[in-house]
């Protein structure tokens, strides 16, 4: 069972007045449910993505942006206005009306008849979601003590792991059977009635509420003065997070991190199609325990673990994640090597394991280092860059760099020199992926191995990445320990 309570003198159990324990773990899941379809919804299109590439034929590149870019731009666009609405209005009634909207965008991601109409959708899909996470992160807040957050706020990441299980059985089953358009529309539609769930079974309590904030106060904070007051309230915001070496080097470590997930995740479906031949639905149980069950347990035992040693000493909330991300990068990297899938499934899910440990103590120390009125809004700045640089950018590099890759290795090879001299023109995007000549024979061979061999090779150059983002959470638990140290007044050695 799952403990969200917290614990008083003696260690007799305590929790907010009038929220029973039940209550607490009631909403803490409902909201991860949410954020499981959330997830569901986002990923669906990397896991169909092969049999979607072949039928619409497009590239590697437009992939990524319908992976990320399409998906990210108005995602964080709309995250900060909806996040402002999230601190004075219904939480509740937001996070249940977008995701009636994602849902249903989601399930019509199956009608598209080609790549600017599903790349139009995708962009309606990133504003629904973008009302989940900030007014959820609030309300888990609101719910859940102080020093339990790093706990809850991991349940709820758990979401992540969740969705990306789901759409990849869910999604990886009806590909391989009903075609890539059925899946979107299985996977999309449940959300309508989970939404109904959440509005009808989730109470909105007060802002401050787990910290018995003065409800004085609080209620000051809920009036709309104008945008200058709005702008003045973000701008305090951010400096909160960016002055500040310890958030500064937490949002940067798990942007770059973010950055690096969404462009290795985004093509780990295809690199097993193309480097072993699986089909669809074996393709769709290796992803969900690659990259679902195994990062799930990454983040729930980042969040137990971090609650417990934070307790002795703050910088494990930064150390945890850091080891977690410095050990994952060469596990990731032997995996994109192997020639065996089995052995390439194993280690991707010990490597997702580690990486995920980072992801519910980062929320946490960004929650508490926040007053309740501005909790939702730190949320939403921070998945303004997730979301523009981690989602955006990050399928989009990966899928580029696999398009840069295969065109150098498909002009070096014998097949390329043979239609050099029919053709003049060894366009890799032309001849292997549009079908401007028939790829048959040597030919289909060479396009096969030039993009299996691009795919490795990028997957390594974007995972190195973690190596980056590790160095930064070692950055961020140097001045928590500073902190702490002046906080007790002591004076640090020179």
Request: some cysteine; charged content about 10%.
């Amino acid at each position: 069972m799952i403990d969200l309570s917290s614990r008083g003198q003696g260690g007799a159990l305590i929790a907010p007045p009038g929220f029973s324990y039940a209550e607490q773990r009631k909403v803490v899941l409902l909201l991860t449910l949410a954020y499981t379809l959330n997830s569901a919804d986002r990923t669906l299109i990397a896991i169909i993505g092969q049999p979607l590439k072949l039928d619409l034929r497009i590239s590697d590149t437009q992939l990524g942006l319908l992976v990320g870019t399409a998906f990210a731009v108005l995602y964080s666009m709309s995250g900060l206005p909806i996040a402002r609405f999230a601190e004075r209005l219904s939480r509740v009634a937001i996070i249940s009306i977008a995701m009636a909207v994602w849902s249903c965008l989601t399930a019509l991601c199956g009608t598209a008849a080609n790549f600017p109409q599903l790349l139009l959708i995708r962009m309606g899909v990133g504003v629904g979601e973008a009302g989940c996470t900030p007014p959820a992160h609030s309300l888990i807040a609101d719910y859940v003590h102080p020093e339990r957050r790093g706990t809850a706020l991991s349940v709820y990441s758990c979401g992540i792991s969740l969705g990306y299980i789901l759409s990849a059985l869910v999604g990886g089953y009806m590909a391989a059977h009903f075609g890539w358009r059925s899946a979107c529309l299985v996977v999309g539609l449940p959300g309508l009635l989970v939404a109904l769930i959440l509005a009808r079974f989730v109470r909105e309590p007060p802002r401050g509420f787990s910290e018995n904030a003065s409800s004085e106060a609080v209620a000051a904070t809920l009036v709309y003065n104008g945008l200058r007051t709005e702008f003045a309230e973000f701008c305090i915001i951010a400096r909160q997070l960016f002055t500040r070496g310890v958030t500064a080097n937490i949002i940067v470590g798990v942007v770059i991190a973010t950055f690096v997930a969404q462009g290795s995740y985004a093509f780990v479906p295809s690199y097993f199609a193309r480097a072993f031949e699986l089909d669809y639905a074996t393709i769709g149980v290796i992803s969900a325990l690659t990259g679902g069950a195994a990062v799930g347990v990454g983040l729930l035992g980042g969040g137990f673990l971090t609650d417990y040693l934070g307790a002795r000493h703050p910088r494990w909330y930064a150390l945890i994640p850091a080891i977690g991300l410095l050990v994952s990068a060469p596990l990731f990297c032997l995996s994109f090597l192997q020639r065996n899938w089995l052995a390439s499934a194993w280690l991707l899910a010990i490597a997702g394991f580690f990486q995920y440990l980072s992801f519910g103590p980062t929320f946490g120390i960004i929650q508490n280092s926040l007053d309740a009125r501005r909790r939702a809004t730190a949320t939403a700045i921070i998945y303004v860059f997730l979301t523009l640089i981690g989602l955006g950018c990050g399928p989009l590099f990966t899928g580029g760099l696999i398009d840069h890759f295969a065109q150098s290795l498909f002009a070096a090879s014998n097949a390329a020199t043979l239609i050099r001299e029919t053709l003049g023109d060894v366009s890799f995007q032309k001849i292997c992926v549009a079908g401007g000549t028939p790829a048959v024979g040597p030919i289909k061979m060479a396009c096969a191995a030039s993009l299996e061999l691009a795919t490795r090779r990028s997957l390594v150059v974007t995972v190195l990445l973690y190596v980056w983002a590790s160095l930064h959470y070692v950055l961020a638990a140097v001045a928590l320990s500073r902190e702490r140290t002046r906080a007790a007044g002591v004076r640090p050695c020179a």
